[in-house]
């Protein structure tokens, strides 16, 4: 799969001294990994937001260190935020090798629409927005598609038993996870339908007075 590139340098600020670097357009991260000692690095902001938002947490990115020969493969686990602002605060970024299977939680991408929701006679409703896989990190994939107009009827649902998955990822989700499904529009709004429908045909019949007087007028 496709790998994007992303340059960072050694970072020799730590603690609470890194509210100078984001002040400063930097981003505070580390990298660790099964075979990786954590190791405190430092990022441009701008380039680094550019490349989560193409990436998210589950596809390689090719991090090169300054100091360093070769580029390292990462994945970005865990993406810290500021509750208000949404601006980045910390990445923790886990380096794989290509030999041994990792676990990653990949994005679920919904196509098309079911027949009830276009028709007007169900609601959909959607259980999972991530599935858990574990493969090697060269069989990782940006997303997995889940095809909902494969729901044809209320009450119709997709499981993770359900999905068309690439060969190479092992599902760890429960084969029985409901991802979507079309329930039954509500009780009360199928009567508020039915009340609305009511008024609009009163409200254009006409009133009993005004039949009384269209009578006199035809037997004049």
Partial sequence: MEQIALTARWRSVLGKQVKQ???QGLIPAIIYGHRTKPMAIELEERALETVLARVGRSQL?????EADDEPRLVLAKEIQRDAITRSLLHVDFQEVVMDEAIMVEVPLSFIGQPLPVVEGTGLLSRGLGTLTIRCLPGSLVHEIQVD???LAEVHDAITVADLEVPPGLEILTGETTVVAQVL???EEEVEEEAVVEEEAVAAAAPAPEEEKEEE????G
Wanted: aromatic fraction near 0%; proline fraction near 6%.
């Fill in 61 to 65: 990115v090719r991090l090169q260190m």
């Fill in 184 to 186: 039954p529009l509500a």
């Fill in 21 to 23: 670097l984001r002040r």
């Fill in 148 to 150: 909902l107009s494969k």
């Fill in 216 to 219: 006199e007028r035809e037997e």
